[in-house]
Nanobody, 121 residues
Framework: QVQLAESGGGSVQAGGSLRLSCEAS????????MAWFRQAPGKQREWVAT???????NYADFVKGRFTISRDNAKNRVYLQMNSLKPEDTAVYYC???????????????WGQGTQVTVDS
């Protein structure tokens, strides 16, 4: 089994910054793609950013130029640096990873519990 734990959420004024972290632990051989999603109250969960095992990032249009995704493979961590935050960025942010297990080499998708980000106007 694999656990993902997010941290770094909180409250910030519009225009401010936050850095989210997510660490994977447990039965891990390697981690393929890692990503961040978010879910605002009353809305569906939406994709924010992805980073491949080759460190190739991809972003949703609404965060391009403001958010940066990165990863530390040695620590099984993914980060989301969020700058120029807007009130509409308020949401619970979730990390997700596609993990290859050591024994079976099966790739499974895991999700964290989420961390709240609140941006005040």
């Amino acid at each position: 089994q694999v656990q993902l734990a997010e941290s770094g959420g909180g409250s910030v004024q519009a225009g401010g910054s936050l850095r989210l972290s997510c660490e994977a632990s447990g039965n891990i051989f390697s981690i393929n793609t890692m990503a961040w999603f978010r879910q605002a109250p009353g809305k569906q969960r939406e994709w924010v950013a992805t980073i491949t095992s080759d460190d190739i990032p991809n972003y949703a249009d609404f965060v391009k130029g403001r958010f940066t995704i990165s990863r530390d493979n040695a620590k099984n961590r993914v980060y989301l640096q969020m700058n120029s935050l807007k009130p509409e960025d308020t949401a619970v942010y979730y990390c997700t990873s596609w993990v290859r297990e050591p024994t079976t080499q099966t790739v499974r998708n895991y999700w964290g519990q989420g961390t709240q980000v609140t941006v005040d106007s």
